[in-house]
Nanobody
Framework: QPHLVQSGGGLMQLGGSLRIACQAS????????IAWFRQAAGKDRERLFC??????????ETADVVRGRLTVSRDKAKNTVYLEMNSLKSEDTAVYYCAADTSYFHLCVISENIDYWGQGTQVVVPS
């Protein structure tokens, strides 16, 4: 079964850096739109980043709350996408998810009916 597996995250340092990997199995990530979300306790899911695919590959969106602190990169050979974030704040405490979809509209515009989700990674940044 195609799926996404996340690794990294955990207990971070205030002002430190975070790196989470999201590896695809059973499909090629490069063919998909990719997004990163997070959900803090008691809050709605928040889309942090999205990049389109195919004809929409030039579409990139980064949430204001992480702009300038967040970098997303791909390693095609490892079929993996990485989220890196620096200058961590206590407000960054959340469960982080990667997601992939053949449709940038489903993933990056409406964020519904998404093909694949990672299992989620807890990140804690103590204040």
């Amino acid at each position: 079964q195609p799926h996404l597996v996340q690794s990294g995250g955990g207990l971070m340092q205030l002002g430190g850096s975070l790196r989470i990997a999201c590896q695809a199995s059973g499909f090629t990530l490069d063919d998909y739109a990719i997004a990163w979300f997070r959900q803090a306790a008691g809050k709605d899911r928040e889309r942090l980043f999205c990049v389109g695919n195919g004809d929409s590959s030039g579409y990139t969106e980064t949430a204001d709350v992480v702009r300038g602190r967040l970098t997303v990169s791909r390693d095609k050979a490892k079929n993996t996408v990485y989220l890196e974030m620096n200058s961590l704040k206590s407000e960054d405490t959340a469960v982080y998810y990667c997601a992939a979809d053949t449709s940038y509209f489903h993933l990056c515009v409406i964020s519904e009916n998404i093909d694949y989700w990672g299992q989620g990674t807890q990140v804690v940044v103590p204040s």
